[in-house]
């Protein structure tokens, strides 16, 4: 039913500290893809026992091996030698991540049939929208949308494993350091080929040190002093940005962005094919991540319409994978959890109640900012709401067609509409740093098209609602009609009543959409993927 209640039932930080210690028992190994997987299994099991492993593709074939102990690695790395490069010289870093060649490959490969791999990127929006047809009910197309979109179990291990490798580099200096994901890589709402953001936490460091009582001195480090908690990140980040510069496996397009908002090194890491974000001093994000993956996990609704808002967006260039004044995922995601927090009765409770649920461990001031709501999924009581799908994802585009922007502010820690405190076209107030816009980059153009787009949405729902189109026929239907590029036309109506007949119109949409995205397609990894994958 629509409003399945999650099973999950683990916190936040339970499911991080369990993925990354799974991760630091897990090797990244580059090897033919036609070999044989017994074998192949046999012999790194000499190493320890295996967990699981799984097969991927990104520029070559790769392997992902869990041992179940963390010795098992530095077995495996005691009887790996180092690359014997004639013309070139390695850099003597060792890390997890390991090539594996076969040493007789006529033989060896002959007969294999290449191993199977799992899927790292989505599919094509021509071809969801011939999947999303073939659906039995709208509602049934938002949850085909986002079993088609979200990170498989082998997508999330991929990142939680990227960060591990980087915070081995990161502890060569701060062995103390952790490198923790957060954004959509974690927060629930990750779509296959989103970038990942990852947080160099070093607030650990010296927190266990516990002061002599006794005695008549103190003892302190000797540490260099710096101005503002910024120039520290920048310094870390700097020095951290050069290490994977020049150690990271893979790690390649290193770029120090230290003047930012939030300063941050980014690259890409060429095994997984992932683009990197990594900042520190970072930790409000962390919390919101955490905000977003309870809001994702309470409802099934909430993720299925986050999904096709978020895809809807893309398909239409209402978002950006190029910083702008674009509407971010970030905003949308925002725009949905205040919806379903307006609905009767809400959905999704605000984050002024989620607060109210809290107890002393989920206290959080960060920075001055009050961060804290009840992390234990269990304490939230679920919604009485039963509506479909069907009617939120028409209502959504109802709401926002006409909601008040030029004088009104989304706040979802309240969930009413405010005032704006200041004249940005569209006003959402930072969930935890209250006196800061989410979507202050946000220009007039971007907004009245989010706006008319809305409408023209709202309006194609309706239509079909009051049976002006049938599910019967095989013309594009629900969601599926909304992801299709004439719905940006000005003039849908017209556009309607002078098509052609509706199979002859299917395909030339699609074969409309199929040019669009040949010319659109990115080399993800050595795949041909949809470049609104990235973000
Ligand atoms: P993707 O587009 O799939 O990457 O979504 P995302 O949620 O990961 O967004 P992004 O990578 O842009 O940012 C990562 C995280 O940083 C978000 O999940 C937020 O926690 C935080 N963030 C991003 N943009 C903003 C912003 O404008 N204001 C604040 N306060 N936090 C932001
Ligand atoms: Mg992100």
Sequence with gaps: TDSKVSTQKKTFPEVQAERLEQAQRTVLINCPAKIDERKFLKYLSHHGKINSHYFYESYGTYAVVEFSEKDSITSLQDVTRMPGIEEECAVPFKSRVFTLTLKNLSTQAADQAPVHCHKQATILVSELIQKLCSADSVSNQLYTLMDEYQLTEENIKLRFLVCSL??????????????????SSVNTFGKLGCDLDMFLDLDEIGQNSTRAKTGAFYMEYQMKRVPSERTASQRILSVIGDCIDNLGPGCVGVQKILNARCPLVRFSHQPTGFQCDLTTNNRVALRSSELLYIYGSLDSRVRALVFSVRCWARVHGITSNIPGHWITNFSLTMMTLFFLQKRTPPIIPTLDQLKALADSEDKHIIQGNDCTFASNLNKIKPTENTETLDVLLGDFFEYFGNFAFNKNSINIRKGKVQNKPEP?????????????????????????????????????????DKGHSSLSNSQPWGLAALLLPSVTSNS??????????????????????????????????GKRTFSNQAR
């Design 424 to 464: 940005s076209p569209l006003y959402i107030q930072n969930p935890f740093e209250q006196t800061l816009n989410v979507s202050k980059n946000v220009n007039q153009s971007q907004l009245d098209r989010f706006v008319a787009l809305a409408r023209e949405c709202a309006w194609i729902l309706q239509q079909e």
């Design 166 to 183: 980087i915070q081995d580099i990161a502890c060569a200096y701060f062995p103390e350091s952790t490198v923790k994901p957060f954004g």
């Design 492 to 525: 849908v109506k017209s556009k309607r009543r002078k098509r052609g007949p509706t199979s002859e119109r299917i395909k030339n949409l699609l074969d409309s959409l199929k040019i669009n995205n040949e010319n659109s397609l990115v080399n993800n990894g």
